[in-house]
């Protein structure tokens, strides 16, 4: 997707008297920039390596790679123009997606998610719930940990199952991504517990699996490690099937295998490899690999990809053969072909 640079990070009301912020970025020659607006002229802000900012004929603003940029509507084009709307609102409100849009001309909507803002009885911050099953939900926070969560990184960032009845609902947040971003789109191993789908870090000994920590939900029979960030385990009984979803698609002429799962708030390169040498820019400047680097292997973005399509492998990895399991991943992950040039 190729848009003058007309979109801007903004706030806005809309009519139910929610407060919305969106920040828009874009690739200029190479570089992620965030438009933003001074008094009617509009500039690009980033940071990257200063051989690149150099490259790419930016001003430097200090030696660790901020750079700025000023955006005319009328001479500079922007590439892979995205935007990211984050929403609060009142718990039992709807907010109109189409109303948000109308703020962002030609972007197109590709994915929203919604989450609580609660009170959890016995903790002093507020928490975030990020699903829920049945009479329980899935909370996070930060700093005191409750006994028995799952600690994420050592910033003191935790996970944990509560009964909701611990939780006092006093808003909700919905997050909606505009423009060139993908639909969340698993890749790699991937396995059913509970009705929901969770990628795998990789098998340990019996009788546990590992799942991956960067993933935002946990099942509720899992357990932590002793070393926050690391593998997140559950029983082998838990899981009910395992799906090896792959993408496939064209970057130039060469083919290539999407490594890693795909999601709109993914702010890092894609991982991609290829049996053919791939180059090391792109035409507007932007450095799939580094020098040195192997040929075959880069990091690119949505904007590169074409022609993406997915399949999908289901395998019964329980000791009861005789249940349906096909069919649960089949529904968890369906083979399907994404239309990745709608958000070009």
Request: with cysteine; net charge negative; proline share 8%.
């Amino acid at each position: 997707m190729t848009a003058r640079a007309t979109h801007r990070s903004q706030s806005f009301t809309l009519a139910d008297g929610s407060e919305a912020h969106s920040t828009v970025t874009g690739w200029w020659r190479g570089l992620l920039v965030e438009v933003v607006d001074l008094n009617g002229r509009l500039e690009g802000r980033g940071s990257a390596s200063p051989a690149d900012v150099e490259r790419a004929g930016a001003e430097l603003v200090d030696r660790s790679g901020a750079f700025v940029v000023a955006l005319s509507d009328t001479v500079h084009d922007l590439l892979g123009v995205r935007a990211r709307v984050s929403t609060r609102h009142p718990s039992d409100v709807t907010i109109s997606l189409t109303e948000i849009g109308e703020h962002l001309p030609g972007l197109p909507h590709v994915f929203s998610s919604s989450l609580d803002i609660a009170d959890l009885l016995d903790h002093a911050e507020p928490v975030e719930v990020i699903a829920r099953h049945g009479q329980e939900a899935l909370v996070r926070g930060t700093r005191p940990a409750p006994t028995g969560s799952i600690r994420l990184d050592r910033l003191g960032n935790w996970v944990s199952w509560v009964e909701e009845p611990a939780l006092d609902v006093r808003s909700s947040v919905t997050t909606s991504w505009f423009g060139a971003v993908p639909p969340p789109t698993p890749v790699g191993s991937w396995v059913e517990i509970d009705g929901g789908a969770y990628p795998l870090s990789g098998d340990r000994s019996e009788p546990l699996v590992a799942l991956d920590p960067s993933f935002p939900e946990v099942p509720r029979p899992a357990t932590g490690s002793q070393r926050p960030g690391f593998p997140i385990a559950v029983p082998r009984t838990a899981v009910q099937c395992k799906s090896e979803p792959r993408i496939q698609a064209r970057v130039g002429d060469v083919v290539v295998e999407v490594e890693r799962s795909l999601w709109p708030w993914s702010t890092s390169g894609i991982r991609v490899r290829s049996t053919d040498p791939l180059p090391e820019r792109a035409s507007d400047g932007f450095a799939f690999r580094s020098r040195g680097s192997a040929p075959t292997t880069a990091f690119v973005r949505w904007v590169d990809l074409r022609d993406v399509k997915g399949s999908t492998t289901s395998t019964d990895i329980r000791s009861s053969p005789q249940e349906p399991l096909a069919v649960i991943c089949s529904r968890m992950l369906k083979d399907d072909v994404i239309d990745s040039e709608a958000d070009r």
